[in-house]
């Protein structure tokens, strides 16, 4: 059985142009470097539609709901989900991270540059919990979808959707606007992650090129129990959850497994955010449960959402 690579595929692509990446920044790494603008650029193209999106979404999943009861029991069991998993996630890495000491032995000595500032930031008064909830509320919506400050956002675009909700059958004209716009901004991100192979490209060629594959193998062990766990916790925690509500992660996995090399690739997870919200939706949930219970942690998010609805009645 002969293989046959499929260079049309994305997949393949993104793969082919981290190798190719790594190659260029070890044999070239001054212009490796240079390719840094590659993978900022393209971040910035996904933050770019990253704020609409969530906001149409956020609202089209809580009006379409129609019951403010049903958007409190969703999105109560979305939260608590997540709180149970972070919990257990957080455990995992602690428990890891004493007995590895995967930071031990490394030299650090390159990044003693001056870091003044940040300690200056962080010994500020002004970062209590009642500071960041007065910061979570916006000022302005609109200087908060041109900041790209997702948190003051969603409190705006949960005030709107449970507004829609209260007005009932009158709110369907703009739901249904909402819903285009939504459409409109998803195919400006299919249209964005046709250059993805591009700007994995870049951001591996900047990183083997600044510093060298040697260093990047001296992070070996570090990387090896990040890895580890994080593959730990999928097959275990994810793997036992998944199952128990009818579904493998596995098959999952594989299905979202563009994002995943792209995220690898770019560094960034918020390049995944658009399409993961997307993929959900044609997987097979239905857009209000993915409006509430989205976030970008994207092996956990189907967890999350079979979790809150009865699969293939996702409602």
Request: with cysteine; proline share 4%.
């Amino acid at each position: 059985m002969r293989f046959k690579l499929n260079l049309k595929n994305l997949t393949v692509q993104v793969v082919i142009a981290i190798i190719l990446g790594i190659l260029f920044g070890h044999f070239f790494p001054a212009n490796g470097e240079q390719m840094k603008i590659l993978g900022d650029a393209f971040i910035r193209l996904i933050k770019m539609v990253i704020a609409p999106i969530v906001f149409f979404t956020v609202v089209n999943g809580i009006a379409n709901m129609g019951d403010m009861k049903k958007v409190g029991r969703i999105g109560g069991k979305a939260l608590l989900y997540f709180e149970i998993v972070t919990t257990a996630a957080l455990a995992i890495g602690l428990v890891v991270v004493n007995l590895v000491k995967p930071g031990a032995g490394i030299d650090a000595s390159a990044a003693s540059g001056d870091i003044s500032k940040y300690t200056d930031a962080a010994a500020e008064p002004g970062h209590g919990i009642t500071d960041f909830l007065l910061n979570i509320i916006p000022d302005n919506v609109v200087g908060a979808m041109a900041a790209g400050e997702l948190l003051p956002i969603l409190v705006f675009a949960i005030l709107f959707g449970l507004s829609l909700t209260a007005m009932g059958e009158k709110a369907q004209p703009v739901t249904a606007l909402f819903d285009k716009l939504s459409h409109a901004f998803f195919g400006i991100v299919n249209m964005i992650m046709k250059v993805s192979p591009i700007a994995a490209f870049g951001a591996m060629s900047y990183t083997i090129g600044k510093f060298g594959i040697g260093s990047l193998l001296s992070l070996g062990k570090l990387m090896g129990s990040v890895y580890i766990t994080m593959a730990f916790f999928i097959i275990v925690v994810l793997g036992s959850i998944a199952r128990a509500y009818g579904f493998s992660i596995f098959k999952f996995i594989r299905y979202i497994k563009e994002e995943i090399l792209l995220v690898l690739g770019t560094s960034s997870s918020e390049s995944a955010l658009p399409r993961m919200m997307d993929k959900l939706e044609k997987y097979g949930c239905s857009k209000s449960v993915v409006g509430l219970a989205f976030l970008p942690v994207i092996p956990s998010i189907w967890t999350a959402l079979r979790f809150t609805c009865q699969w293939p009645r996702c409602s």
